[in-house]
């Protein structure tokens, strides 16, 4: 495989009894790239996000994550990506220091890089006075710089960020993928899904889910010219209009 491609996908499909959540998916992502994976509810993406972040066998399919095959590797998957989600983070009530400490022993930092790496992120955070507060303390955006940062301690290949911006303001929402574009300026592929279509445009390419297959896949600006759309609001749902998920 190519060395500059970090997840490639050929004819994935995951079933569920008679229920095709997968439908032959195939696509690729490039190291330090922004990838939008796109889909109403019941699309199939949070399938295809499990089997990706090696946490579910596919039923047929090649896939490859990080290098490592998506049946046989599926532990060093783990080892070699970042994941981060709206509706789990952090614990709220452990202090700033602990949860730190916390993730960067599952990811599998050393003890001695986890002291240094928890200094130098509080620090850059300027998280300092919070260092052992609960993080329940902590305002909305502050815990959502802390929850990237903690996922990307052991500097992974590419980090996975399931709807990561939902219920914040347009403000914090676009401090937080100026992070995104720093992680993605230093090499890491970022793999990111969202309900809100402004954010599709910051991707560099996009994918539309529908009913368990990719129905479109490109560049925003391309997409937008191809289905004779103002914005990816738009595309979206012309494309998503006849789902029979829904």
Same mark, same amino acid.
């Given at each position: 495989?190519?060395?500059?491609?970090?997840?490639?996908?050929?004819?994935?499909?995951?079933?569920?009894?008679?229920?095709?959540?997968?439908?032959?998916?195939?696509?690729?992502?490039?190291?330090?790239?922004?990838?939008?994976?796109?889909?109403?509810?019941?699309?199939?993406?949070? #399938?295809?996000?499990?089997?990706?972040?090696?946490?579910?066998?596919? &039923?047929?399919?090649?896939?490859?994550?990080?290098?490592?095959?998506?049946? $046989?590797?599926?532990?060093?998957?783990?080892?070699?990506?970042?994941?981060?989600?709206?509706?789990?983070?952090?614990?709220?009530?452990?202090?700033?220091?602990?949860?730190?400490?916390?993730?960067?022993?599952?990811?599998?930092?050393?003890?001695?890089?986890?002291?240094?790496?928890?200094?130098?992120?509080? =620090?850059?955070?300027?998280?300092?006075?919070?260092?052992?507060?609960?993080?329940?303390?902590?305002?909305?955006?502050?815990?959502? %710089?802390?929850?990237?940062?903690?996922?990307?301690?052991? %500097?992974? #290949?590419?980090?996975?960020?399931?709807?990561?911006?939902?219920?914040?303001?347009?403000?914090?929402?676009?401090?937080?993928?100026?992070?995104?574009?720093?992680?993605?300026?230093?090499?890491? &592929?970022?793999?990111? &899904?969202?309900?809100?279509?402004?954010?599709?445009?910051?991707?560099?390419?996009?994918?539309?889910?529908?009913?368990? %297959?990719?129905?479109?896949?490109? $560049?925003?600006?391309?997409?937008?010219?191809?289905?004779?759309?103002?914005?990816?609001? =738009?595309?979206?749902?012309?494309?998503?209009?006849?789902?029979?998920?829904?």
């Amino acid at each position: 495989m190519d060395s500059s491609i970090v997840i490639s996908v050929n004819k994935l499909v995951k079933k569920f009894g008679n229920f095709v959540a997968n439908d032959n998916l195939t696509f690729e992502v490039g190291s330090g790239e922004i990838f939008g994976f796109l889909g109403a509810n019941g699309a199939g993406k949070t #399938t295809a996000i499990r089997i990706l972040c090696g946490l579910l066998e596919p &039923t047929s399919g090649d896939i490859i994550v990080a290098g490592f095959n998506g049946y $046989t590797q599926r532990d060093k998957i783990k080892a070699n990506i970042g994941y981060m989600s709206q509706k789990f983070s952090l614990y709220e009530d452990l202090t700033v220091w602990e949860n730190i400490r916390l993730f960067a022993g599952i990811y599998g930092v050393s003890r001695k890089l986890i002291q240094e790496r928890a200094n130098l992120l509080i =620090e850059n955070l300027g998280l300092e006075d919070y260092r052992n507060r609960p993080v329940a303390d902590l305002p909305l955006g502050w815990k959502q %710089k802390l929850a990237f940062s903690v996922a990307m301690i052991h %500097k992974p #290949t590419i980090i996975f960020l399931d709807e990561p911006t939902g219920g914040v303001d347009p403000i914090t929402r676009r401090r937080f993928w100026e992070m995104i574009y720093e992680a993605a300026d230093a090499g890491t &592929t970022v793999f990111v &899904t969202t309900h809100y279509m402004d954010e599709a445009e910051y991707c560099n390419r996009i994918s539309i889910m529908v009913d368990g %297959k990719i129905v479109a896949l490109d $560049t925003p600006s391309a997409l937008k010219a191809e289905y004779n759309a103002e914005s990816m609001d =738009e595309v979206f749902v012309k494309l998503a209009r006849n789902s029979q998920r829904v």
